[in-house]
């Protein structure tokens, strides 16, 4: 019997061989996805190596101050506007293009980004900080539904461990850039850093936007193969009885109340990490950051590697992936209290 083209390709040593189905317009819109998802996320969390530098600019000298006006409102406008915008392109997604909605999102994103770098004032700065979480709320959402239309349920989440691999090492890089130009010039390295990370994803979003093709709807799942493209658009959007259907499923409740007070400490944890470090532990920035970097490699090496675990865990048995992923959580939260917790080490020079 004659393998089919998935099985040909060397994408299937890495679990992503049904691009290869879709055709080459596919293959690229993947890495061009990759691309704009990196540079994204490497602006996200430019602010935290650099939140003494930047508040001296604005006039915030105060400690209290700069916790609050630089770590405490940029980021909740960044987070909860960026949020209401994931949830709005669940809707726009259905009535627009997905594809025109990514290029949006992307220079929503990155014009804002750009222009931080030339913030005057405080208000200007919270305004441009505030748009960029537009960006990246909207594209979140957006290219995860992109690629559930490219890969079946047997890959789906090895293909989303990719992105998410993609967003962790952008993040990572951006926070070590952003450290890096910040400790050589402390007055401007911080406006460098978000005009240098901003640039890239021009690029990817217009190459994707000439090049790329938007995949059909339906076109991952099993049940559609080789009849998606005969229905319209219309026949895959999601109702109102699909949206309280969602809220019958007891796994879908028990994700909710476990995401949404989950997150809150990522956003204290990478938004204060760097400070915590130089004032507490008395490190110097470039040192501080490059810590926090270490604690991004492995969110993205655990996002990666959970992804491609899950999936095997998912195609063998459904039933065992929460287990997996509840067991995941409680293993992490001893390390993290301990890396709170670790002054004495950090003070004996063991690591350094």
């Known amino acids: 019997m004659e393998k089919s083209p998935s099985d040909k390709s060397l994408l299937?040593?890495?679990?992503?061989?049904?691009?290869?189905?879709?055709?080459?317009?596919?293959?690229?819109?993947?890495?061009?996805?990759?691309?704009?998802?990196?540079?994204?996320?490497?602006?996200?969390?430019?602010?935290?190596?650099?939140?003494?530098?930047?508040?001296?600019?604005?006039?915030?000298?105060?400690?209290?101050?700069?916790?609050?006006?630089?770590?405490?409102?940029?980021?909740?406008?960044?987070?909860?506007?960026?949020?209401?915008?994931?949830?709005?392109?669940?809707?726009?997604?259905?009535?627009?293009?997905?594809?025109?909605?990514?290029?949006?999102?992307?220079?929503?994103g990155e014009v804002p980004c750009f222009l931080s770098g030339f913030a005057t004032s405080y208000p200007e700065f919270v305004f441009y900080r505030t748009l960029t979480g537009f960006g990246l709320g909207g594209i979140f959402p957006l290219l995860f539904t992109v690629l559930g239309d490219y890969f079946s349920d047997k890959s789906r989440s090895t293909a989303a461990a990719y992105v998410s691999l993609s967003m962790g090492i952008g993040l990572g890089v951006g926070q070590l850039l952003g450290g890096i130009l910040g400790s050589a010039d402390p007055a401007n390295g911080w406006r460098t850093s978000f005009i240098y990370l901003?640039?890239?994803?021009?690029?990817?979003?217009?190459?994707?936007?000439?090049?790329?093709?938007?995949?059909?709807?339906?076109?991952?799942?099993?049940?559609?193969?080789?009849?998606?493209?005969?229905?319209?658009?219309?026949?895959?959007?999601?109702?109102?009885?699909?949206?309280?259907?969602?809220?019958?499923?007891?796994?879908?409740?028990?994700?909710?109340?476990?995401?949404?007070?989950?997150?809150?400490?990522?956003?204290?944890?990478?938004?204060?990490?760097?400070d915590y470090y130089e004032t507490s532990y008395h490190l110097d920035k470039a040192t501080a950051t490059m810590l926090l970097t270490y604690a991004a490699i492995g969110v993205f090496a655990g996002t990666f590697f959970g992804g491609i675990i899950g999936q095997k865990i998912y195609n063998y048995k459904k039933r065992l992936l929460p287990i997996f992923c509840m067991s995941s959580i409680l293993i992490g939260i001893l390390p993290c209290i301990y890396l709170l917790k670790a002054e004495n080490i950090a003070d004996s020079g063991l690591l350094f």
């Open 12 to 108: 299937r040593f890495f679990g992503l061989g049904e691009l290869v189905n879709h055709g080459w317009n596919a293959i690229l819109a993947f890495w061009m996805i990759m691309g704009m998802a990196f540079f994204l996320f490497a602006d996200q969390n430019l602010i935290a190596p650099n939140l003494k530098n930047i508040g001296a600019s604005f006039g915030l000298n105060n400690q209290e101050d700069v916790d609050w006006y630089i770590g405490g409102v940029i980021p909740i406008l960044f987070f909860i506007l960026g949020g209401a915008v994931s949830v709005s392109m669940g809707y726009l997604s259905q009535k627009y293009s997905r594809k025109t909605l990514i290029i949006f999102s992307v220079f929503l």
């Open 198 to 274: 901003s640039i890239p994803s021009f690029f990817f979003a217009i190459i994707y936007w000439i090049f790329c093709k938007e995949p059909i709807r339906g076109g991952g799942e099993s049940e559609w193969s080789g009849i998606a493209e005969k229905f319209s658009e219309e026949s895959f959007h999601l109702r109102w009885s699909d949206v309280r259907l969602l809220f019958k499923n007891k796994t879908n409740i028990g994700i909710f109340l476990q995401g949404i007070p989950g997150c809150v400490p990522w956003g204290v944890f990478f938004v204060f990490l760097v």
